[in-house]
């Protein structure tokens, strides 16, 4: 991708739900919302403090995450619809099975 996000900003792609519930039901397009899960693509250098000290992110290209129904602004980058948000805008990165043992 030829995009780098400025400040706070995450690049993020939206990852889709499930076609079918649980108990085996389609969910036709209709009525499925869009989902708050997606894969970071790309995020900048961080934001400045009043005294311009670089604040790192915390997130990185690669990371699955959770955020808001109504984050984000859409966009669409070399044909692929894509969100930009702050990274305050994310809820929490998704740790893999692996990951999160080793957290605990």
């Not at 000290?53 to 980058?77: C, H, N, Q, Y």
């Amino acid at each position: 991708m030829h995009f780098t996000p400025l400040h706070d900003r995450v690049v993020v792609r939206r990852i889709e739900g499930e076609e079918k519930t649980k108990g085996g039901l389609i969910i036709p397009d209709t009525a499925k919302e869009k989902p708050s899960e997606g894969e970071v693509v790309a995020v900048g250098e961080g934001a400045r403090k009043d005294s311009g000290e670089l604040i790192p992110m915390s997130v990185k290209a690669g990371d699955r995450i959770l955020f808001g129904k109504w984050s984000g602004t859409e966009v669409k980058i070399e044909g692929e619809d894509l969100l930009i948000m702050k990274e305050s805008d994310v809820l929490g990165i998704i740790q893999s099975g692996s990951k999160a043992a080793k957290a605990a």
